[in-house]
């Protein structure tokens, strides 16, 4: 009985939960909430279109994707409570890699790669609490280095 129980109530919460289309959402200025057209609740539910995840109580949850006009997967990040938490990929239209990076508490953090179209490394940089900190790099398309920075809090210490 105790597992019908939790069954049932599995089923209530997927079975009620909202779809609706990305275009059919709104990002409020006031408090950076999602609202449905013509709601004044932040929405909760699932979201599906060019842009894709769940929001709970206005705010995205979990893993969302991000896709181009013609379908080819643009982004891949996750939320936590409405801020950027973990693993982010952007991609190109070929679907090669772009740029890979980390996020913390809806700030940069940690080590960020970008690749050109045909998956060499551009660029390699660190951020700390979502400003620059440390090398910034950037290499021609040999590999070899071109330019190296240094920073600190967002603050260029050394070109």
Not at 117 to 145: A, F, P
Request: aromatic share 16%.
């Amino acid at each position: 009985m105790k597992y019908f129980l939790v069954i049932l109530l599995l089923f209530f919460s997927v079975g009620c939960s909202k779809i609706i289309n990305s275009d059919d959402l709104i990002l409020s200025k006031t408090d950076g909430l999602f609202y449905e057209k013509n709601n004044k609740k932040p929405f909760t539910g699932e979201v599906t279109g060019r842009v894709s995840g769940q929001i709970i109580k206005g705010k995205r949850e979990g893993a969302w994707l991000q896709y181009y006009a013609n379908g080819s997967l643009e982004s891949k990040s996750n939320y936590k409570d409405g801020k950027e938490e973990g693993e982010l990929f952007w991609y190109y239209q070929n679907g090669r890699l772009e740029i890979i990076g980390n996020y913390k508490n809806g700030k940069e953090e940690g080590g960020f790669i970008s690749y050109d179209v045909n998956g060499r490394i551009v660029y390699k940089y660190n951020y700390k609490l979502g400003k620059l900190d440390g090398e910034w790099l950037h290499y021609y398309e040999t590999g070899e280095l071109k330019e190296k920075r240094l920073y600190k809090s967002g603050k260029l210490t050394i070109n």
